[in-house]
């Protein structure tokens, strides 16, 4: 065996890895796009104008780029939360109401800390507070589920679903009632402003790109460090893709499925803590509604690797963001776009459907993402 | 019985799947009324072949006859209609079923709309009577014995007509008494005129019942032979293409002190039936104790209790003299436990992993694999490179996904992996080479014994007895959760031991 003829296979094993993860969801976007034109023919659009105008409003200027950068941000966060699960083995549909809660936890310590302790307090300490705080409640929420199925076998799907319902409400209690904004002219479910310290700076002036975005990216790489790097990674995966075998391996399958969902849930908090201290400087209830659940389809269109999660994000952002300006260029209402995103999902989700289209063969092993409900 | 009356010929059958040619240019037939071993190797094209003529798969090349006439088959449906039948490895039952609504299924008949019961029941007692099946079509499936309901399925094939049946390695769940029974029931048949092909890797079982003998390697027939002209070495070297050693060479050893010690122990499984009954045994260093037993009598239970995967009801498990009762995989691994588990790809692998993470799937957690938490890549592959090669694993590299290597090789990784370790003072070997090829069948034995010879203790569980026998210096026989004997392998008998498995009252000299 001359090492060098392995070492160039090894590039060639990993270049078709790499092409053989990213052919369905390619195909499956293009197939998506080709159909969503063919609809807008159909209701009497030009198609080319309006994916022109689409890309125009996403990509077309420092402005829109940079919106569209504000879009990924929440996605990437809450996408690498449901990667993270997916590759412990778990279904993690609770990025909604953890990001909630991230949010209002958030938003909580951004105005009300400084007034608590009675003293105002440097960003450098009470921004990472704010961000943690958010970070915690997440993750605590999450990891409760993670805890229901480690010691009750207690589905995590039915479960983290139960916990959206009640941090969805509890959200909806707090925002409307002890955390409402007392601002007279304020009628709606909205908390104050945060202080100053606990704001996350844009990166350019005049734009609303800020930071925030900047930690989402390492968060990628960190997620993708931990899981393919580090010994707890090496756990999770394990666990992930052969729980028995974890169990016999002498790994502690009910501590991991802990720390994956506390994770997870730390993630999908970060979404919300980071929209709330980089961008809308408060919570507005309602401002992350379907984040959590657009996540679930950019972490299975981004196949759950962190990269894949990223480049999702754009795609997803990219379109919301594109499609303010579509609609005003043709008329054409943004209800087309998540039509087509809900298009890429079911194709990636269905892929039996792209692999006939595109006559493409099974290879290896399906990755099974979920388990059954035995668990 | 031998006029050349062939009811089935299949002539140049080429099967290619990607990657192997599971079929090339095969050609076999079958006569009236014989019995024509299929003899080779897990992966030799048998099953391959069976399913063509089954109509699981078409064949891209070739030609299938039935009584002289060409014929296509599509489907079980097809094959059906044209008289074959087949008995698979693991039944086709429903247990909450009685006999005749199982032997129904799928070709139900009704009388006003609703099932007729009684007129397949009275069907099922003629075939019954007529070939000497013994099968009550009331009995409700789940509650008879293993080689009762493989008659059922047998039942079932002749209610629709069969007159060829396939019979796919009939005997690896029959205890030899019940195999006995079965190979009577085969002669019955035959003699009423049915064709039989009896797929099996067993050379004994192919001497005893066949009338002829074909062997398949890699695909390709490599010769048709009648049992008189030929015996069990030249058998063994057809279907593995070289000389194969068929005993265990195994010096005599002095046992030494207990490493492994059972008292009382009592497990439950998932359905909470008590399977393991107060079993109580040891196993000294230097020593191969055998658990002989047919399948489901409790070993898998007992193993798992023994090795942290399951917890034991009751009881008290000492390793090494360290009480290990309910403690976790790790912490008995760590007191030096070697687990070649029963079921490889679940348990054994993380199939979608490389060999180098597999090769360190209970060892990962500590240097040199990890260090600080993080994982060292540079140490994974100097140990892989090194057990590929110490234990002759078959791969290009170890980067090959595990479940991309063939059966045997997936055990070597294991066997690798758990023998290698440096503190292993007890090896449990749970049906160590079920589903082997014939060399890799005799690499783990001679692994084992050379564990033993080195001082160390072995708990091997097997429903083989052929195994059990060669390997083990003791036999302990387990039969529905109890341990009904143990005894020096010296002072017993293939028969007597597999009376004592199917429940034989044991007397104590």
Redesign the interface.
Known sequence: ?QPEK?EK??VR?VLQAILDATLVPFLAIFTAVLIGGLIIKIVGGDPFVAYKALLQGAFGSKKALSETAIWATPYIFAGLAVALAFRGGLFNIGAEGQLAFGAVFSALIGYALPGWLGFDLPFYIHLPLTILAGALAGGTWAAIVGALKAYTGGHEVINTIMMNYIALNMTSFLVGGIMKDKNPLNVISRTPLIAESARIAPIFDGLRIHWGFVLALVMAFAVWWLLN???????IR?VG??P??A??????VKRIIIITMLFSGILAGLAGSVEVTGLNYRHELGFSSGYGYDAIAIALLGKSHPLGVVLASFLFAAMRNGATRMQFMTQLPVDLISMIQALILLFVAADAIVRYIYRI?VK??R?VLTRGWGG | MTENNIVLEAKGITKQFPGVLASDNVNFDLRKGEIHALLGENGAGKSTLMNLIYGLHNPDKGEIFVNGKAVVIHSPKDSIALGIGMVHQHFMLIPVFDVAENVMLGDETTKRGSLDHKFVADRIKEISAQYGLDVDPNALVGSLPVGIQQRVEIVKTLYRNAEIVILDEPTAVLTPQEAEDLFRIMRDLTARGVSIIFITHKLKEVLAVADRITVMRAGRVINTVTPAETDSAQLANMMVGRQVILTVDKQDHKAENEILKVEGLTVRDQRDLETVHNVSFTVRAGEVLGIAGVQGNGQTELSEALTGLRFPTGGKVTIAGRDLTSKSPRIITQAGLAHIPEDRQRHGLVLSYSIADNMALCDYYYPPFSQRGVMQPKALDENARKLISEYDVRTPSPFVNAGKLSGGNQQKVIVARELSRENVKLVIANQPTRGLDVGSIEYIHSEIIKMRDRGIAVLLISAELDEIMALSDRIAVMYRGNIVTIIETKKTSREQLGLWMAGAHVEHA
């Open positions: 065996m392995q296979s090894l094993q790097k580090t010994t707890l990674g090496f756990e394990t893709l052969n028995d075998a169990k016999y391996a002498g790994i502690n063969k290896g092993e990755v």
